[in-house]
């Protein structure tokens, strides 16, 4: 399933260092026109699972576990280099109905993206039949942190980066000056029946930003209670889990985001 993302004005569940980290790498796709198709992105990451299974087959295994690869910005379409939560979810149905499948562990190396489908793949996650693991060696912050949380088993590696980063935010632009330093007339004009068109934007626009942060509050309350379901009695709340800290893969340790510290070779002998 593929559409159109916007990372653009839309509510982000991102740590801000990794969003900035990675628009150098968008810019330049843009610049030299070599993303990827959706079906493309779709098609490696089914190619490297097949990979995997031929492997394990090859060593006589008749059941073996699976990697899904969850790197880049979380989007809900699969676009740019990235597969999209959309394409997740489709992908981890097929193997939950494999019966050769032993188990999928989440290679999860992000510091999250759009809240819009993270959900719907947490969710998924939670709900598969499979054992299911998610394991870092990188990131593991905000949107990706709530995909981890639907997993059986959250793991890190002694030498992952950060970990956490539990909230959401959003970077809007009004783009309306630039244009009309270019010479362009910008008329925005409303129907009578229409008062709540747009109101969000039209009250940051008169510098008022209590409408844009109620719905940043109703989205957080939202992803925190999400994390305190999933992860239930682990978490230890040190009062600043779920204001948005990350953590070391020790101090996440500490706090209940994740389970054990080790590799991902040591993940794949759990199944």
Known sequence: MHGQNNFINTPLAIDKAF?????PTIILGYQQNDFLSAEKIVENAQKNIEMQAS???STGADVYPVVLNISGPIMKYSSYYYLGTQDMISILKNLDQNSQISGIILNIDSGGGMVSGT?????????LTKPTIAFTNGYMCSAAMDIASGADLRMGSPYADMIGSIGTMMSYQDFSAMFEKW?????????PQSTEKNKEFRELQAGNKEAYEERLRVLTEDFIAR??????????DDKFVFKGKTYSPKEALAVGLIDEIGTLEDALNKF
């Open 55 to 57: 492997k394990a087959q």
């Open 183 to 191: 010479g362009a007339t910008i008329y925005e004009l409303y129907a």
């Open 19 to 23: 969003l900035l980290s990675i628009i």
């Open 227 to 236: 994390m305190q379901e999933n992860l239930k009695e682990s978490i230890q």
């Open 119 to 127: 959900a719907e793949l947490t969710a998924t996650i939670k709900n």
